[in-house]
Structures are given as structure tokens and as C-alpha cells.
């Protein structure tokens, strides 16, 4: 069973910028695609951005040139780089993990990223 805990949700005003950190417990961290999905109530996750273990990415369209995902296998890490936040970014983000492209079966717990205007 993979644990994946997040962290670096919070608040910040339109424009600002935060970074979201997944880390994995498994050492076989280096061969999971990694994504970030996020959820806003009586909505479904949606993806927002996704790395492959080779470093192929893939951005959701209305966060493309704002955000960046990354990953280090040394520290089993995925960082969600959030730049330029919108008010229509607020939403619980979710750390995933599994091998298939582009969600698995591994969830972290949840973080709350709130933009206010």
C-alpha cells in the first residue's frame, strides 16, 4: 500500500503563488506516474497536472503557463509549482500515484489551496 502525504495548502491572495509537496512512502516511488487532482464541492476531481517516471508532462489547459509539476526519485517527492493563482483555482488538491497515465490507485489525504480576489 503506498501512503502519499501532502503538504503546502493554504491561503493566498489572486496573483500569488504556493507549492505543494507530495511525498511517497514506497521505494518504488521512481516508477509511478504522479499526478495533482483537485475538487471543488458538488464537482468531480478533475486532473490538473501529471509526470510520467521519464519526465513526459501533462497540464490540464486552464493551468498551463502558470503551474509546474516535478519530481525527485531520490526524496520519492512530486511538487506542484502554483503560479499566478486565480480565485477559480480554490479547491482540495489531491496527490496520485499509480502506473498508468493519468491516474492510479494511490490517494493522498487532501490539501486546501484557497485564492481570494
Known amino acids: 500500500q503506498v501512503q502519499l502525504v501532502e503538504s503546502g495548502g493554504g491561503s493566498v491572495q489572486s496573483g500569488g503563488s504556493l507549492t505543494l509537496s507530495c511525498t511517497a512512502s514506497e521505494s518504488g516511488f521512481s516508477l509511478y506516474v504522479m499526478n495533482w487532482y483537485r475538487q471543488t464541492p458538488g464537482k468531480q476531481r478533475e486532473l490538473v497536472a501529471g509526470?510520467?517516471?521519464?519526465?513526459?508532462?501533462k497540464y490540464d489547459d486552464s493551468v498551463k503557463g502558470r503551474f509546474t509539476i516535478s519530481r525527485k526519485g531520490a526524496e520519492r517527492t512530486v511538487t506542484l509549482q502554483m503560479d499566478s493563482l486565480r480565485p477559480e483555482d480554490t479547491a482540495v488538491y489531491y496527490c496520485?500515484?499509480?502506473?498508468?497515465?493519468?491516474?492510479?490507485?494511490?490517494w493522498g489525504q487532501g490539501t486546501q489551496v484557497t485564492v481570494s480576489s
Open positions: 496520485n500515484a499509480g502506473f498508468s497515465a493519468w491516474i492510479g490507485p494511490y
Open positions: 509526470i510520467t517516471s521519464g519526465g513526459t508532462t
